[in-house]
């Protein structure tokens, strides 16, 4: 199994729309977990930390599953603006250690 | 703050040549990063340093080799360049502030070797 999985899409969904990503993890001492953005030929940025209790930052809401070993993130009234890959991320350490990062799950919102 | 700066943004190479990637960031950050991209690979750790005057190696360290020069600067060696390290290169850093973490990248070196 891979240390953190993802579907790598495409989604595409016309603006306004709800979309939603999935993203499972391999180990359940896992400590701290993020949402990074990738516009095409770009780097990553950060676009949200997951906690524990869940977290929503305007139109995104990250939600977190330790028992299931699972994030999500929720777009809601998706825009243009929204097309990019999305990455899900672990940090599988507790301290300043590297994080592990999916492949991606690449939007694309049409109008 | 210019943040995570890379240099050169493109650089062609013929087999067998080297080059080295440089790297600064002005946060005042202890850990830095070296990544590479390849399509349906998603980001893979090449070496990394916790700290200045530490490195270790990632997930694809072999054909690299890393400096960290000083707290700033955190360089990434290709020796003899193969068709394999082909790929977008990514340098990062990253510090916990409190409850606080995130990694801030580069805008990315697009490596070609021929």
């Known amino acids: 199994r891979k240390e953190v999985e993802q579907d790598p899409g495409p989604f595409n969904v016309p603006e306004g729309a709800t979309v939603a990503f999935n993203c499972t993890y391999s180990?359940?001492?896992?400590?701290?977990f993020f949402w990074y953005r990738q516009d095409c030929r770009k780097e990553p940025k950060l676009l949200m930390s997951?906690?524990?209790s869940g977290n929503e930052d305007g139109r995104f809401t990250a939600q977190l599953n330790r028992a299931s070993q699972y994030i999500s993130l929720l777009i809601r009234d998706s825009k243009l603006s929204d097309s990019a890959t999305y990455l899900c991320v672990v940090n599988m350490r507790s301290g300043n250690t590297p994080l592990v990062f999916g492949k991606g799950t690449r939007l694309s919102v049409i109008a | 703050n210019a943040g995570v700066t890379q240099t050169p943004k493109f650089q062609v190479l013929k087999t067998g040549q080297s080059m080295t990637l440089q790297c600064a960031q002005d946060m005042n950050h202890n850990s830095m990063y070296w990544y590479r991209q390849d399509p349906g690979m998603g980001l893979r750790l090449i070496y990394y340093s916790a700290s200045e005057g530490t490195t270790d190696k990632g997930e694809v360290p072999n054909g690299y080799n890393v400096s960290r020069l000083n707290k700033r600067e955190f360089s990434l060696r290709l020796e003899s360049a193969a068709p394999s390290q082909t790929s977008v290169y990514f340098c990062?850093?990253?510090?916990?502030?409190?409850?606080?973490?995130?990694?801030?990248f580069g805008p990315g070196t697009r490596l070609t070797v021929t």
């Open positions: 997951v906690y524990s």
């Open positions: 990062a850093s990253s510090e916990i502030q409190g409850t606080s973490y995130e990694q801030y």
């Open positions: 180990n359940s001492a896992s400590q701290s």
